[in-house]
């Protein structure tokens, strides 16, 4: 199984014997010991205190022979600071590029406080720890804004640039057109904030044990809006030692409805594509398993199995599961221990299953820094662009079709075929030309810029409402709250694959691509769809459509010459991974719904025989087909079959 980390609270008064007891079932690997306040915030005799009980519960679960981290927040995640509890001083809260401070979120710039967390880690190291995680508040973005804009950062960008620029000028200057030396001048100041003081805590911790490991959470801004990615800062911080690195993206995200309609599937990739990124790099991995706020009343426990198994598929990344309310005795909260206990058997067979044979799937094209020389809004809305801005340049927009279509992607090689949207077009390798490409409008564009045809002549807003008509013998389908559809003008050799029907009832009916197929002089070939995927909502009728995934399963085999192993079409939200060898094949069905399936029908690209079911209920009913029964609501069900 998957190395297993688990966090606890430091309280010395909960029920050891029970944690003991559920780390000896549960087969726990490691236990990061969670601490509560922060200093500066608290008084020196209150930090002794915490430093105390480090020491103490340190020194037990090493002694009872678990492997054991510290885990301790640095910056801050923006909570209310209060005068009567908290100590200030002279310390630098975060401040937005719009002007809002981020409450008890503290800037690096000021070395008051960084000499405090690097006091901190020292001590720590000092208490006999071995291993130091830092939290995922590790960040001048999220809270509240993107960035931190505070007098020294403001002093300091205007010394960079060798001019005076006021933070009122900030958004529109860096934030807003094509790229600038603005928003790269921004960028590497920030980054270059925390690689500071990511040093300075590895020298400070060196000063002391430089054999003590010491690593951090990413956050969802850590791969690109920070200046910094978390790769780098990884390496920074574990200096000679072993690096390592929690993941971020949690199952908990989902029930919360953190950034907008996500659906699970958004989650889970996120970690897949970091772990592409991290390829290479030599550091540990894991994922986060996280039950915020820790009871079953906010994070159901189908939510939290769901994203532990399905991530659990990808090979070397173990994974941080929060069984315990922090504050409260481990017997409060059970549900999630006993659903892991229950789940463990068929989660071994699916390791097994998948872990033996390579993935497959269509290839995400997705590059890992892409706001530096991003093309921006003309204009800045002070409410809404650095969260769009943040989302956007975290999370994988050309994912969202095909996940909740069950078709499976992958994120290294060139797959079936691959995805390509928006700016990632500026960044696509050559070989994935070759290998045919499904692209949006901003894509084809970019790519039509580089002198590759791609089989746009032009395109401009759509501004009629429109239905989408597969020409499948189906009626039109509804194409809700979709953003910047376009009226593509096609070459001549182009073939529309679908096409989006006005919706005027007294006018007469008009009709524009929505989507084509082309193949270029070259031999390469393209499927373009006519809508910019960088301002697409997540619940966008471009991805939510039965016709879509349909379309997709008929358009895949002819970009690539290959069809999908397998195909499972008409369930919203059914997410498929795949691995695949010469002699057989291993699917897994995730029914990320609220809706349970009642049958579902596997359409094998070959035939397949010795069919083996796990986890679920089914039947194979010929040489290529195989039914599903009763996949609940964030249910499983995994088939594994030879090729005949």
């Not at 008064?13 to 500066?40: A, I, T």
């Not at 990884?234 to 907008?260: E, K």
Request: net charge negative; glycine share 8%.
């Amino acid at each position: 199984m998957r190395k297993l980390y688990v966090p606890i609270m430091v309280d010395p008064s909960q029920n050891r014997d029970q944690y003991l007891k559920d780390f000896e079932e549960l087969g726990v690997g490691h236990v990061f010991l969670s601490c509560g306040e922060r200093w500066p915030l608290i008084g020196e005799e209150t930090w002794e205190k915490w430093m105390d009980l480090i020491e103490e519960a340190y020194a037990f679960y090493t002694g009872k022979g678990y492997a054991c981290g510290v885990w301790i927040s640095t910056i801050g995640f923006g909570g209310a600071l209060f005068s009567d509890t908290t100590n200030t001083g002279d310390l630098t809260q975060i401040r937005s590029i719009v002007g809002k401070n981020g409450g008890d979120a503290l800037c690096p710039s000021n070395e008051t406080f960084v000499s405090s967390i690097a006091k901190t880690v020292q001590e720590i190291a000092r208490r006999g720890v071995k291993m130091i995680m830092l939290d995922d508040e590790l960040c001048l973005s999220v809270r509240p804004g993107i960035g931190c804009a505070c007098d020294w950062h403001l002093k300091e960008f205007s010394r960079l640039l060798g001019e005076e620029i006021t933070l009122e000028q900030l958004p529109e200057l860096v934030f807003t057109g094509k790229a600038n030396k603005y928003r790269k001048t921004w960028l590497q100041m920030q980054g270059d904030t925390l690689r500071g003081f990511c040093r300075t805590l590895r020298e400070a911790l060196d000063e002391v044990d430089p054999t003590v490991r010491m690593g951090f959470c990413a956050g969802y801004t850590s791969f690109d809006t920070e200046g910094v990615d978390a790769l780098e800062l990884t390496h920074i911080l574990a200096g000679n030692t072993a690096p390592f690195m929690r993941f971020t993206s949690a199952p908990y995200w989902h029930f919360a409805q953190r950034f907008g309609q996500a659906p699970m599937q958004t989650f889970i990739e996120y970690v897949r594509m970091q772990d592409a990124w991290a390829k290479g790099e030599g550091i540990e991995l894991f994922a986060e398993c996280d039950t915020y706020p820790h009871n079953r009343f906010h994070t159901p426990v189908a939510h939290i199995e769901c994203f532990d198994t399905a991530t659990m598929l990808t090979k070397n990344v173990g994974v941080l599961k929060y069984f315990y309310h922090y504050p409260c005795q481990p017997t409060q909260e059970r549900g999630y221990i006993n659903a892991h206990l229950a789940a463990r058997s068929t989660k071994e067979a699916m390791q097994q299953a998948f872990h033996t044979r390579p993935e497959v799937g269509v290839r995400v094209y997705e590059e890992m820094h892409k706001l530096q020389d991003a093309t921006l809004p003309e204009k800045f809305d002070v409410v809404k662009s650095q969260k769009e801005i943040m989302y956007k340049y975290a999370f994988s927009e050309a994912q969202q079709m095909l996940t909740v279509q069950a078709i499976p992607t992958v994120y290294e090689g060139t797959g079936l075929c691959g995805i390509c949207f928006g700016e990632n077009a500026k960044y696509l390798p050559e070989d994935a030309l070759d290998n045919g490409l499904i692209l949006d409008v901003s894509a084809a564009e970019l790519l039509q810029a580089r002198g590759i045809d791609v089989g746009l002549l032009a395109s401009a807003p759509l501004a009629v409402g429109v239905l989408e008509d597969f020409a499948d013998g189906t009626d039109p389908h509804p194409v809700y709250w979709a953003n910047n559809l376009c009226d593509m003008k096609l070459a001549p050799k182009a073939s529309v694959s679908s096409t989006f029907v006005s919706t005027a009832v007294l006018a007469p009916k008009r009709c524009f691509p929505a989507c084509y197929r082309y193949e270029n002089a070259k031999g390469q070939r393209f499927l373009v769809y006519g809508f910019r995927a960088e301002t697409q909502p997540r619940n966008s009728g471009m991805y939510w459509s039965y016709g879509r995934g349909a379309q997709l399963g008929r358009e895949i085999p002819w970009l690539c010459g290959k069809e999908l192993p397998v195909r499972c079409e008409g369930h919203p939200f059914l997410y498929a991974r795949c691995n695949e060898d010469a002699s057989s094949v291993a699917v897994a069905y995730f029914n990320c719904a609220v809706d349970g399936i009642e049958k579902a029908t596997l359409h094998f690209a070959r035939d397949v025989k010795d069919v083996k079911f796990i986890g679920c209920k089914g039947e194979q009913i010929d040489a290529r087909t195989v039914e599903l029964f009763d996949v609940r609501s964030f249910g499983c069900a995994c088939v594994e079959a030879e090729y005949q």
